[in-house]
């Protein structure tokens, strides 16, 4: 039995309408969804860096800790969630499901759109899902502090909130470009406790390699992976955690999709379409994962990730093995790629400027149950001001992909008359990044083409690594 909805509802027209549908915390999921187990096709291994032969746990143990690399690579459908992590959920979860009357009605779309606040969490985004978990593993596996890189300092932010919460030191190196461009997620990270350094940096092999070549470098999310994983196998204290692309992260994710499930149940709908932003893709995986389940099961949904043109990685990037570090240290992982030397524009989506893809949802990209998109950044800040005016809250850069196809899908619908149901990840919200927002309406953003050289520049360095099966290069 579903529980009853408790909601606000306010009448127009004759007709009861709920805005928002919130989830008791008696209802909150108390297992983690492992899409693995419900995978068409098998995942390829990841490879050692050195021999190119798959990895074992022993690899991963120098920069993991044991219980995460467990779930890297289980095959358990369900994974039960700690006690001492649902605790911490509840801090702001569950999260609350919305239906977007406003945009819906400026758009004059028969769709429905509903949207998933993430942006409720204390760092303002999806990331404390899975950093939470990080920092409870780690603490109880004896770690003492945790390093880690940043794009648009949300998952740097989040995994210095999540270390205070466990008691543990935090060390975050930030993409450049987002460091100048967002100096209040350093502020915030310093306010939990953690420590940010500007990628590429003088501390690091890696980064003094970078700026040799290139001393005014933006940074990518791959130089400063490379940063935070030689700063971690040196430190036998410490560990690296990452906030996206790997299996343990999608997983802890999907705490967002179950509660979601409930949520559609409650509001009496289900999903025809399914969007979310695609970075490394936890938050679209923690969403649509739950639901890849349902599509393998025989529902009709058309889920779609969302990526920026300036970093295409899941339209234009072949699925091969690729480091997911510039410096070439992290295993090699069978993804689509854009080749892990490629360093995208400085667009103001930070966190969607990484040159790979979970390699869970490029293989379900393989197995068409996902479907990518590219949008530019100009249609994606007239999509984030369209929300900010029409509902009120202002996304974040890389949740304005998100709502761009929304906006997309439901014109659509209008013009075939469909009363589609459309359901959207809302990341986080973008109140540090207002200068992002400033330079748009002050017409200062630009689209950026990027030419088929330059992806092929950057692939040209992974064409001599082993091959996955299903290689599309
Ligand atoms: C608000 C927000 N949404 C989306 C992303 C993209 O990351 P992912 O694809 O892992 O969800 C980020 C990354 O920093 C983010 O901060």
Redesign the pocket.
């Known amino acids: 039995m579903m529980p009853q909805a408790k909601t606000v509802t306010i009448k127009k027209g004759g007709v009861m309408q709920t805005k928002k549908i919130f989830l008791p915390e008696s209802e909150m999921p108390r297992q983690w969804y492992n899409v693995a187990a419900d995978m068409p096709t098998p995942m390829e291994p990841p490879l050692h860096p050195g021999t190119g032969q798959p990895v074992g746990p022993e690899d991963l143990a120098p920069i993991f800790p044991m219980p995460l690399i467990e779930q890297e690579v289980s095959q358990e459908r369900f994974i039960d969630i700690p006690d001492e992590v649902m605790e911490k959920y509840l801090i702001w979860r569950p999260s609350p499901l919305y239906r977007a009357y406003g945009l819906e009605k400026f758009l004059d779309t028969p769709a429905k759109i509903y949207f998933k606040n993430?942006?409720v969490s204390p760092a303002?985004?999806?990331?404390p899902n899975t950093a939470i978990a990080q920092a409870y593993y780690n603490k109880i596996s004896g770690t003492k502090r945790i390093i880690t890189e940043?794009?648009?300092?949300?998952?740097g932010s989040a995994l210095s909130y999540c270390c205070a919460l466990f008691g543990l030191e935090c060390k975050v190196y930030m993409v450049k470009v987002s460091y100048q461009q967002k100096p209040y997620r350093r502020m915030m990270m310093e306010t939990w406790g953690g420590t940010c350094v500007a990628s590429p940096s003088t501390e690091t092999e890696a980064g003094r390699k970078i700026l040799k070549q290139n001393p005014d470098s933006p940074g990518s999310l791959g130089i400063a992976i490379s940063e935070a994983v030689e700063m971690a196998v040196q430190d036998d204290e410490a560990k690296y955690a990452l906030?996206?692309?790997l299996n343990h992260?999608m997983l802890h994710?999907t705490i967002n999709g179950l509660e979601c499930q409930k949520q559609m149940k409650i509001a009496g709908d289900y999903p025809d379409i399914i969007i979310?932003?695609?970075?490394?893709?936890?938050?679209?995986?923690?969403l649509s994962f739950p639901y890849v389940r349902d599509k393998v099961n025989g529902k009709d949904i058309d889920i779609i990730g969302v990526e920026p043109t300036a970093c295409p990685t899941m339209t234009r990037g072949p699925f091969a093995y690729d480091f997911g570090d510039n410096n070439q240290m992290t295993p090699l992982l069978p993804m689509h790629t854009l080749g892990h030397t490629f360093v995208p524009e400085g667009i103001h989506?930070?966190?969607?400027r990484?040159h790979g893809m979970?390699p869970l949802i490029s293989q379900l990209i393989l197995d068409n149950l996902i479907r990518p998109v590219a949008i530019p950044q100009l249609e994606t800040f007239e999509a984030g001001i369209t929300f900010a005016r029409t509902e009120g809250f202002i996304s974040?850069p890389?949740?304005t992909h998100a709502i761009a196809e929304v906006i997309r899908q439901a014109i659509q619908a209008k013009e075939e008359g469909k009363e589609k149901v459309i359901l959207f990840n809302w990341?986080?919200h973008g109140l540090v990044d207002m200068a992002a927002y400033d330079a748009y309406l002050s017409g200062k953003l630009a689209d950026h083409e990027l030419a088929q050289e330059e992806i092929q520049r950057a692939l040209n360095d992974i064409a001599p690594l082993p091959k996955p099966r299903q290689y599309t290069g």
Do not use: D, I, P, R
Not at 150 to 155: I, K, S
Not at 349 to 352: H, Q, R, Y
């Open positions: 993430e942006g303002g985004s999806h990331k940043t794009g648009a300092g949300q998952w906030g996206s692309v992260v994710q979310g932003c695609c970075g490394g893709g936890s938050n679209f995986a923690g989506a930070g966190g969607l990484y979970a974040a890389e949740t990341s986080g």
